[in-house]
C-alpha cells in the first residue's frame, strides 16, 4: 500500500479552477472572465512589443551565459525594479535605505517578505483586507504570520468602508503589520482616495504599524505608472519604514516568467544593508537564487530610454482597452434595463470588476450561458472584447431578473 493511502483528492484554486473549468467547456461562446491575465480584442494573451525585442536583443548577445544569478536575484534588476516603484530621485534610494530582492513574481515577494518578517520582526500578526487575494492569507499563514483582517469593502456603496478600515487598524496592536494593495485592489477594484491614502498613512504611522505593499498592477490600472504608485510614494516619502512586493506579471505580461521583487524601505543604509544580508539566508534554502531570463527582459526594457517608452506607450493602450470595455458593459446593461445601478463598473480601477453578484447567479452565469468567473462575483475585464461583451449583458440580465 503507498506511502501516500490517506491522501484526499484537493479541490482546485478558486481562482485558477475556473479556467480549468473553462478549459473543459466544449461550448463555442464560452468566456473566460477569471484569472487576472490580459487579453487582446482577439481574445489572445498578448506578448509585448517590447518584451519580443528585448528577448532578441538577449538572444543575439553571444557574451551572455546560463551561470547562477546572485542569490538576491539580478543587481541591475532590483536597482530598476526599485526605481520602478519610488519613482526618479526617490530619496529613500538615493539614501542607499533600500533593500532589493529579486523574487519568484508577486507571490514569492510576498511570501518571502512574510518568512523576512516571522523571523525578524518583533509582531507576527498581518491585518489584511476584507475582501483581497485569495492567496494572501494562505501565503502568510505558511509564511509564518498570523492574519487578522480590517474592514475595507463596503457592499452597500460598493466603495470603501474608510471609517470600518480606520477603526480597525486603529484598534490593531502597536507594530502590527498591514498588507495594503498598491493600486487596483483585487478583487473589489475599489481604491482609496489621495486624501484617504493619506488618513491611512497618518493613522498607520502615529500607531506605528509596519505597511505591506502588494504592488500587481503598477500602470495596469490608471495607465500612469506614477499615479498607480501614489500610495508607495507618499508612505515613502514621509522617511518611514515599509515592505513593497512588486509583480511584472500583468504590466509586462510576463505571467509565467514569474518575475517580481521585494523592496523593504529602511531608516538608514546600514540597517538596509544588513536587512539585504538576512533576505538571503530567508531565499538560499527556499530556492535559492532567481530565475536569469525574466528578470534580463525587464532589465533591458527598463534601462533602455526607447524601449521603456515604447512600454508606457503599450502599457497604457492595455489600461484604456480594459476602461473602455468597462464603458461598454455599463452601456450595454443600461441598454437592456438591467435591474441595479451598475456605476460601480465604470468607477472601479484596474483589471477586476466586483459586480455584486451572488454565488448562485454566478452558477446560473455559467451553467446557462458558459461565462466563467470566480465565485464572489468578480469578473476580469482583460477577457472581454466588444465582441462578447453583448453575451456577457444577456448573462448579466439574465442572472438578475
Ligand atoms: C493582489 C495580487 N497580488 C499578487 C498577485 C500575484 O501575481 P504573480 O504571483 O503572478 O505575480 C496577484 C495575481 N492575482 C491574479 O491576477 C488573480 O487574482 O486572478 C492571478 O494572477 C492569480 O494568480 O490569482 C494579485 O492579484
Known amino acids: 500500500v503507498s506511502a501516500f493511502q490517506h491522501l484526499e483528492q484537493a479541490p482546485e484554486d478558486p481562482i485558477l479552477g475556473v479556467t480549468v473549468a473553462y478549459n473543459k467547456d466544449p461550448s463555442p461562446v464560452k468566456l473566460n472572465l477569471g484569472v487576472g491575465a490580459y487579453r487582446t480584442e482577439e481574445g489572445k494573451p498578448l506578448v509585448l512589443d517590447v518584451v519580443r525585442q528585448a528577448e532578441e536583443l538577449l538572444i543575439q548577445d553571444r557574451s551572455r551565459y546560463k551561470e547562477y544569478i546572485p542569490i538576491a536575484g539580478l543587481v541591475e534588476f532590483n536597482k530598476l525594479s526599485a526605481k520602478l516603484i519610488l519613482g526618479d530621485g526617490s530619496p529613500a534610494i538615493g539614501e542607499k535605505r533600500v533593500a532589493t530582492a529579486q523574487c519568484l513574481t508577486g507571490t514569492g515577494s510576498l511570501r518571502v517578505g512574510a518568512e523576512f518578517l516571522s523571523k525578524h520582526y518583533s509582531q507576527h500578526i498581518i491585518y489584511i483586507p476584507v475582501p483581497t487575494w485569495g492567496n494572501h492569507p494562505k501565503i502568510f499563514n505558511l509564511g509564518g504570520l498570523s492574519v487578522k483582517t480590517y474592514r475595507y469593502y463596503d457592499p452597500r456603496t460598493s466603495g470603501l468602508d474608510y471609517e470600518g478600515m480606520l477603526e480597525d487598524l486603529h484598534a490593531a496592536p502597536p507594530g502590527a503589520i498591514v498588507l495594503l494593495h498598491a493600486c487596483a485592489h483585487n478583487p473589489t477594484g475599489v481604491d482609496p482616495t489621495q486624501d484617504q491614502w493619506e488618513g491611512i498613512r497618518q493613522l498607520i504611522r502615529l500607531k506605528g504599524l509596519l505597511p505591506f505593499f502588494d504592488s500587481a498592477y503598477q500602470g495596469f490600472a490608471s495607465g500612469s505608472l506614477d499615479a498607480d504608485a501614489y500610495s508607495v510614494r507618499l508612505f515613502v516619502g514621509d522617511g518611514g519604514e515599509c515592505l513593497i512586493a512588486q509583480s511584472f506579471a500583468k504590466n509586462m505580461g510576463l505571467y509565467g516568467e514569474r518575475v517580481g521583487a521585494l523592496s523593504i524601505v529602511c531608516r538608514s543604509a546600514t540597517v538596509a544593508t544588513r ?60 441598454a437592456r434595463g438591467t435591474p441595479g445601478d451598475w456605476s460601480h463598473i465604470i468607477k472601479q480601477i484596474g483589471m477586476f470588476t466586483f459586480t455584486g453578484l451572488n454565488k448562485d447567479q454566478v452558477s446560473f452565469m455559467t451553467a446557462e450561458y458558459h461565462i466563467y468567473l470566480t465565485s464572489d462575483g468578480r469578473i476580469s475585464m482583460a477577457g472581454l472584447s466588444s465582441k462578447t461583451v453583448p453575451h456577457l449583458a444577456d448573462a448579466i440580465h439574465a442572472a438578475v431578473l
Not at 316 to 332: E, G, V
Open 275 to 334: 536587512v539585504e544580508s538576512q533576505l538571503k539566508l530567508v531565499i538560499r534554502p527556499m530556492y535559492s537564487s532567481p530565475p536569469i531570463h525574466g528578470a534580463s527582459i525587464v532589465a533591458t526594457i527598463l534601462s533602455d530610454r526607447n524601449l521603456y517608452y515604447n512600454w508606457t506607450v503599450e502599457l497604457k493602450n492595455m489600461a484604456d482597452r480594459i476602461i473602455s470595455m468597462r464603458h461598454q458593459l455599463y452601456d450595454a446593461l443600461k
